[in-house]
């Protein structure tokens, strides 16, 4: 029974396994006519593609063009990758050289040599051109921040003109007549834009700009003529005469029909003074308008017909009270406005402190703005003003405790970045007046306060303002450069724009500019101390020494603390040999500011000329106190030692200054001569040729070498050394005189050694 069983499990097994075996015959059958049809697909497939490919290279045979387009599409792939997806930052400089290069490759298929009408867009840089726009908007870039010259700007204006991007046309056609105002072309593409816009304020002022380069195209002169219908604009009248004298006044009637629709707009949107509706809201905007044209008196006249059509709007109240206070300051009646537009509601805290700031009460300026933020301590603009007002004031510590009090959410305000990065800046100012030198950490804290504003108002002016002083200070002049062009086309007006200019090009080395721009400030800013302090440092360079000293002491009367202003009239003195002013004012540098190095080092130079030896090295060891490795302190403490007839306290602090900085030749010099008071020849020779290397035009160096060479019995040598004395200086008598001296010298040697008869 027992085997019957285990029979029956057996067969039951092997029938199992049988079932199995045939179903994997099945699966391996089916599986190969899968394989067998993948591959003809995949052949079907291979063909399709070859024969795509070919049809791909004849459709580019027939039209290289769009070839070439690829070009371009590889272009802005690689601007994208750059910009965006690499993970890495990139400095704006870099961002515009990026961008630059994209629109570059877009242009170099819009040709630029044939007429504007017979200029034709190819097929496919269209949605290039589309492609362009998205990436410079997501770049947050501007006209500006391209790199082209106003012929490309004009010319990518009119791409994206013809892919309805207007506001980078526009955009691109205003920074062509930027670049180039005799652009007739640009400022056409560009009216044409405001004109379809309805932007007819700009239009107005586009087509003025227009007439100054074809004063008479009648087309122009029509089109502004109606503009200016109904008006007691002068420039109306001008239009109307040349008309006339051109025999052409009246327009055709398609012209008719596009001007009669200007005209309508103008009167719907008051442009030109046409009458406006009577309501509060309409006036205050005519007068919003009116001033920004510079019509001030007409702009208060609106304002009063606001007024007496609604008196409690509280937004005419607020505007009469700027327009009074800048009309012969008028303070009283402007406070009265103030408080009545308070009372009804308006916003009037910044105003109020403007107004009053500006009239000479800083005190009362900060005390409206300290109540206004017990109630309402988020408002971050008027945090931001208070903060100013105490910087204005002296009070730097105030002014940061201001902002320290800011709520978190305060600080998305470009406003407070900005100050903070003012305050660094400030910190460092404050570190350069005590001790002469530049802290660079501040530098960096402003960098990063500054763009921290600009991440999140690209707009604020101010932050691109501070951000290339920060920059100048940190020496990234190019830098400095872009960011004080964005400062000038943000806030054109503002009084420290051409200063900043002016300190940058002063760095830079380019004192034309400098002095031009100073120039210019100086017509702005009649009380300036760093007016005269620019200009002294200018005239300074240029050599004239006397007017330098002159400028530095008109700095000086404004602020008697101005630490550089004194620093540097010490030394135009001390090379005007008025050694009694040089010293006075390093008495007063030292003594307000004990750690002030330069302050020190200059008045332990002004004692040597002086002969007072003991003197000088006592301030010197007071300076070597503040900074022991000071290297040219090491150097005057070392000539002080030789002149004292302390030679052998001379060699260690000379030793060090060439340690600390091997490319000081005076410290080189300096050890030659105490060689030389040694006796020590060859020694004193190698130090004077370490002053040459650091120094290529030391001339006593060179006359040192010489006079070492002189003394010896090789001649051609002496003579050599003589003649590099001579490349230096080409009229030193001492060297003249010590060559000839030489040459005779090897004459007669030559002589002697010929045959004696």
């Known amino acids: 029974m027992a085997i019957l069983t285990l029979y029956g499990a057996l067969s039951i097994t092997l029938f199992a396994l049988w079932i199995r075996h045939k179903s994997v015959l099945r699966q391996r059958k089916r599986l190969a006519l899968k394989l067998g049809s993948m591959k003809g697909n995949l052949t079907e497939t291979s063909e399709r593609l070859d024969l795509l490919s070919r049809g791909v290279d004849t459709i580019l045979s027939d039209a290289p063009e769009v070839h070439d387009l690829l070009g371009v599409h590889k272009s802005l792939e690689a601007a994208e990758a750059l910009l965006f997806n690499q993970g890495i930052p ?15 490759s877009l242009l170099s298929h819009y040709p630029e040599d044939s007429a504007e009408d017979e200029r034709s867009i190819v097929q496919g840089l ?4 589309k492609r362009l726009t998205a990436i410079l908007t997501e770049a947050e870039m501007k006209a500006e921040d391209i790199e082209l010259s106003a012929a490309e700007h004009r010319r990518v204006g009119e791409l994206f003109h013809s892919v309805d ?13 930027d670049l180039d105002p005799e652009d007739e072309s640009a400022l056409r593409s560009l009216s044409e834009i405001q004109r379809k816009n309805g932007d007819l304020e700009s239009l107005d002022r586009t087509l003025e700009r227009l007439l100054a380069i074809v004063p008479d195209d009648i087309g122009v002169l029509n089109e502004q003529s109606v503009l200016l219908d109904s008006t007691t604009d002068e420039r109306l009248t001008r239009n109307r005469k040349r008309l006339e004298a051109l025999g052409a006044t009246s327009t055709s009637s398609e012209e008719e029909g596009e001007l009669s629709q200007i005209a309508q707009r103008a009167r719907d949107s008051d442009v030109g003074g046409a009458s406006p509706s009577n309501t509060a809201p309409r006036l205050i905007e005519k ?8 019509e001030f008196r007409a702009a208060l006249e609106s304002v009063e017909k606001a007024i007496e059509s609604d008196r409690s709007f509280g937004q005419a109240w607020s505007l009469k009270a700027r327009l009074v206070a800048a009309d012969g300051g008028a303070i009283k009646d402007a406070l009265k406005c103030i408080r009545r537009a308070n009372a009804l509601g ?18 009362a300026a900060i005390e409206v703005l300290q109540e206004h933020l017990s109630r309402t301590p988020g408002d971050a603009e008027a945090r931001g003003r208070l903060s100013q007002l105490w910087l204005a004031s002296g009070a730097a510590d105030s002014a940061r405790q201001t902002l320290s009090e800011a709520p978190e959410e305060s600080w998305s305000s470009a406003s407070l970045h900005v100050m903070k990065g003012r305050l660094s800046l400030v910190e460092s100012d404050n570190h350069r007046d005590e001790t002469g030198k530049i802290d660079p950490l501040p530098v960096i804290d402003a960098l990063v306060s500054f763009d921290r504003a600009v991440e999140i108002d690209r707009e604020s002016g101010l932050a691109w303002l501070g951000r290339a002083r920060a920059l100048r200070y940190q020496k990234a002049f190019d830098e400095a450069e872009v960011a004080l062009v964005r400062a000038r086309r943000l806030i054109p007006d503002h009084p420290s724009i051409s200063l900043e200019e002016a300190q940058l090009f002063l760095e830079t080395g380019d004192l034309e500019q400098a002095n031009a721009l100073t120039l210019e400030a100086t017509t702005i800013l009649k009380d300036s101390k760093t007016v005269p302090f620019i200009r002294g440092i200018i005239a300074a360079r240029h050599g004239r020494l006397e007017e330098a000293r002159k400028l530095f002491s008109l700095c000086l009367q404004i602020d008697p603390n101005h630490s550089r202003a004194r620093l540097n009239r010490s030394s135009a003195a001390l090379l005007c040999d008025d050694l009694a002013m040089a010293l006075d004012d390093a008495n007063r540098l030292v003594e307000d500011r004990p750690n002030h190095e330069l302050g020190r080092l200059r008045k332990s130079e002004i004692l040597m000329n002086q002969g007072d030896w003991p003197n000088a090295e006592s301030e010197l060891r007071e300076l070597l106190k503040l900074n022991n490795n000071h290297s040219m302190g090491l150097v005057h403490l070392g000539t002080c030692m030789i002149a004292m007839g302390k030679s052998e306290q001379a060699e260690k602090p000379l030793n060090k200054a060439i340690e600390t900085n091997p490319s000081l030749s005076e410290a080189w010099y300096q050890r030659g001569l105490l060689y030389l008071d040694f006796g020590r020849s060859e020694e004193a020779m190698s130090d004077f040729e370490g002053a040459i290397r650091a120094k290529p035009q030391h001339l006593d160096a060179r006359l040192r070498i010489a006079a070492i060479h002189h003394e010896g019995s090789d001649a051609e040598k002496a003579a050599s050394a003589w003649r590099k004395v001579l490349d230096v200086d080409p009229q030193n008598r001492l060297a003249r005189r010590r060559l000839e001296e030489c040459r005779g010298q090897i004459t007669s040697r030559r002589g002697a050694l010929l045959p004696k008869d």
Do not use: M
């Not at 990139?90 to 570059?104: G, L, P, W």
């Not at 269209?126 to 051109?129: I, N, Y």
């Open 90 to 104: 990139v400095s704006n400089s870099e961002s515009c050289a990026i961008a630059s290069h994209a629109v570059k």
């Open 287 to 294: 007068a919003a308008k009116q001033l920004l044209l510079g």
């Open 165 to 177: 991007r207007f506001d980078w046309a526009a955009d691109c056609f205003q920074r062509a007549n």
């Open 126 to 129: 269209k949605p290039l051109s």
């Open 346 to 363: 308006e916003y009037t805290a910044i105003l109020e402190s403007e107004i009053l700031d500006n009239d000479g009460r800083a005190d």
